[in-house]
Nanobody
Framework: QVQLVESGGGLVQAGGSLNLSCAASGRSFSSYSIAWFRQDPGKEREFVAAITRNTGYTSYTDSVKGRFTISIDNAKSTVTLQMSSLKPEDTAVYYC????????????????WGQGTQVTVSS
C-alpha cells in the first residue's frame, strides 16, 4: 500500500506561482513513478506531469512545458510540482498518483491516488 497526501493548493492571480507537494508513505517505492493529474468540473481528468523515482525521468503535457517543473526529494519521499506563469485555465483540482514502473499519461494506469488539492487562478 502507498499513501499519498497533496498540499500547497490555493488561490493565485494569473501570472503567479504556486508549489504543490505530494508526500508518499507506506510500501517502499523506489521503482515507482509519481504523476500529477488535474480535473476541472465538467472536464475529463488530464495528465500534467510525471517523474520516475529511480531514474529521474520526467514528462509533461504540452500545455505546461516551460511553466511547470516536477521534482523529487527521495530522502523525504516527496514530489513537488512547481507551477509558474499560471493561467486561469490551470484552475482545477490537482491529484497526485503513483504506479510501479515507468511514467504513463493515463489515469487508469495509476493505482494509488491522493485526495486532491484545489488550485484556482484568477484573471
Amino acid at each position: 500500500q502507498v499513501q499519498l497526501v497533496e498540499s500547497g493548493g490555493g488561490l493565485v492571480q494569473a501570472g503567479g506561482s504556486l508549489n504543490l507537494s505530494c508526500a508518499a508513505s507506506g510500501r517502499s517505492f523506489s521503482s515507482y513513478s509519481i504523476a500529477w493529474f488535474r480535473q476541472d468540473p465538467g472536464k475529463e481528468r488530464e495528465f500534467v506531469a510525471a517523474i520516475t523515482r529511480n531514474t529521474g525521468y520526467t514528462s509533461y503535457t504540452d500545455s505546461v512545458k516551460g511553466r511547470f517543473t516536477i521534482s523529487i526529494d527521495n530522502a523525504k519521499s516527496t514530489v513537488t510540482l512547481q507551477m509558474s506563469s499560471l493561467k486561469p485555465e490551470d484552475t482545477a483540482v490537482y491529484y497526485c498518483a503513483a504506479r510501479f514502473g515507468p511514467t504513463r499519461t493515463k489515469g487508469y494506469e495509476y493505482g494509488y491516488w491522493g485526495q486532491g488539492t484545489q488550485v484556482t487562478v484568477s484573471s
